[in-house]
């Protein structure tokens, strides 16, 4: 088996890897997704290596016969210091093999995680290129917002919402705002070694959006990569990514300009000078700005602003059952629910009770009437289908006792269950 190649860019410039530097909740996953299922990429889950780095180059400093003062800054790292070398060298070895053990030439990290670590990853890998990957500041919000129903801690954001808990939107703005400049600063001192990526474009056009990246990264176009992304197998563990890119069947672009649906009243509690900060930063990234007023709010991106003329909602927990079955067929059951089976009881105008089967194969919906599994989730039919268009927190309605478990059924597995059922 061949080992791995080191690519060499026009200027002549060798780099062994790549990093994908993002908030959470803006895509990284799908991205990782699609350049594993590429001949030539190895792109595992969050490796976070930004934290093994650290920790490692800060041991051999320890360890050095002429140990340094242990005061030095990420950004004060000597690239070819003894310690940095010695880093580079273990984790570019171990990166470079297991790749070479996949028969590919090119190492990617896609972990957030690793935006806290940008002055050490500058200065461990000086010859690695970087794909700087956005999303809209409203869109990530809401995403971070519904993520966070399922019990999920996000990083980098974590330190902002503790100091700012009682407005979630504002810390997470705040993040963005924060998170956004520092990448656009980073791509301005890295100007070649940087590729700006933006979600809306990965998922609205992705074939054309992988070959441009397909040449940034020095490999070779794959005409149909995105439509092999889900038919590749892919190693992947619990908790290390966004689970709902794994039970996927597809690429789609539903939820540009989501943002709009953000409770009006909690953004009108952020800040004006943090709100303009936003929109100079989205005007920077070539998005319009969001339009924010007593009517509603305006992405410009080809949804309706909220406040202001929708759709009825069409969820009936009917329709949901009747299709579930399928989808099922075309995913993989997490661990935590695997083998179990969970009754649904709906109380209310078009209620009824469903029984999903994770423990036959393929998995099982059933509309019989009756209570038949271990584990019981009750709760009104009206507020199941706010829980599958995204509008009540699963977690608020457990705690405010709409949601009812009973049985075998935990909160735990009532996370997993529902980053099962509710995947696109």
Known sequence: MPGPQIREDAAGTRFSGCFVLSLPRTGSTLLRLLLDSHPGVFCPDELNLGRLLHALYYTQ????????????????????????????????????????????????????????????????????RYVLLHRHALDYALSCLRFSTYGFFLTVVEDYVRKDHR???????QAWNDKTAELLEFEHRHPGRCYRLRYEDLVAAPEATLERLCDFLGVERVPDLAARVFSSPHQQRAYHGDPKAY????IVDTSIGSGAELNLSALR??????????????????????????SGI??????????GPQEAPSHVPGDFFSVLGQRLRERPVPPGVSGA??????????????????SQTPPQVVNDGGVTAPSVLTLAAADFADI?????????????????????????RLRDLLALLLAP
Request: hydrophobic share 45%.
């Open 61 to 128: 400093e320890g360890l050095a016969e002429s140990p340094g003062s242990g005061a030095l800054t990420m950004a004060e790292i000597d690239p070819a210091g003894p310690a940095a070398t010695a880093t580079r060298q273990m984790v570019g070895d171990m990166l470079s093999a297991a790749a070479a053990a996949r028969g590919k030439s090119l190492w990617c990290d896609k972990s957030p995680s690793n935006l806290e670590f940008i002055p050490l990853l500058e200065r461990i890998f000086p010859e690695a």
């Open 341 to 358: 089976a969970f009754t649904f009881v709906l109380t209310g105008e078009a209620g009824g009770t469903w029984t999903v089967d994770l």
């Open 247 to 250: 039970y996927s069947s597809g």
């Open 167 to 173: 407005n979630f939107l504002r810390p997470l703005l």
């Open 388 to 412: 599958v268009a995204g509008r009540l927190n699963p977690a608020l309605a457990f705690q405010q006792g709409k949601l009812k478990l009973g049985g075998e059924a935990d909160p735990g």
């Open 269 to 294: 509690l952020v800040p004006a000078e943090q709100l303009e900060r936003m929109n100079a930063l989205l005007t920077a990234l070539s998005y319009p700005a969001a339009e924010i007023s007593a």
């Open 298 to 307: 305006d992405l410009h991106m080809g949804r309706p602003p909220a406040g």
